[in-house]
């Protein structure tokens, strides 16, 4: 096991889930023009794009540092063959990472281990469903994880008698748990990745982009007419 993989087993968060707790270390407030969530340990809002744009990113890229999963750039011909394109795919790595449970990490080590597959396929399977604002229900899947084990609690409203919507409180023994662990190190790998591995870096980008506009148009697509 590698000393990454073995630093990551000891936490009781995955990387993702680091991410959301510690989410104005990365994303920014964009204004409230823009898509914004809600944070749970603080008082404040934040891009919702940033945001679920760092959990996917840290999801994959940070699974690959621990030997969850191993990506790879390869070339793939487009427009019937006629080009060719450098694009990335992420397969099963050599270390059987026991990432939390219904963490993005453990799903996505589960969906590579049926084979090769190009990371926006990835990205697509693990938001598991077509929503308008993928970038917000990227954030939602980080916390229904959370609750999944008892790390949130979770609260429901009755809207005229009718619908039901669901939010999350941060109890006080998981904001303790989360203050003890720091962030650094995942943001630091992420930006290391930027830094040393470019290519790598903008093919991630590129392809969590793609995923996430798949589930949007799929969303739009399934709207019924107005007609």
Do not use: C
């Not at 795919?89 to 219904?102: I, K, L, N, R, S």
């Amino acid at each position: 096991m590698s000393s990454w993989s073995s630093w990551f087993a000891a936490l009781p968060l995955a990387p993702s889930e680091l991410v959301f707790l510690n989410g104005e270390k990365f994303a920014h407030d964009a204004g409230a023009l823009s898509s914004r969530v809600k944070l749970l340990h603080i008082d404040a809002k934040v891009s919702a794009r940033e945001l679920g744009k760092a959990i996917l990113a840290a999801a994959v890229l940070v699974s690959e540092m621990a030997g969850n999963i191993r990506l790879a750039v390869q070339a793939k011909k487009t427009l019937f063959g006629l080009r060719t394109v450098n694009t990335l795919y992420a397969e099963v790595g050599q270390v059987a990472m026991a990432w939390p449970e219904h963490s993005l990490e453990s799903r996505a080590g589960l969906i590579v281990r049926s084979g090769a597959v190009e990371v926006n396929n990835l990205i697509y399977a693990l938001l598991l469903e077509d929503v308008e604002e993928p970038w917000h229900w990227s954030v939602s899947l980080v916390e229904k994880g959370l609750a999944e084990r008892g790390l949130l609690q979770t609260e429901e409203t009755r809207h005229l008698k009718v619908f039901t919507t669901k939010h999350y409180t941060l109890p006080d023994s998981t904001r303790a748990l989360a203050s003890q662990l720091s962030p650094t190190v995942v943001y630091d790998l992420l930006q290391q990745a930027q830094q040393s591995r470019p290519d790598v870096w903008k093919l991630l980008v590129e392809q969590i982009e793609k995923g996430v506009r798949r589930r949007k148009k799929a969303a739009e697509a399934d709207e019924p007419s107005s007609n």
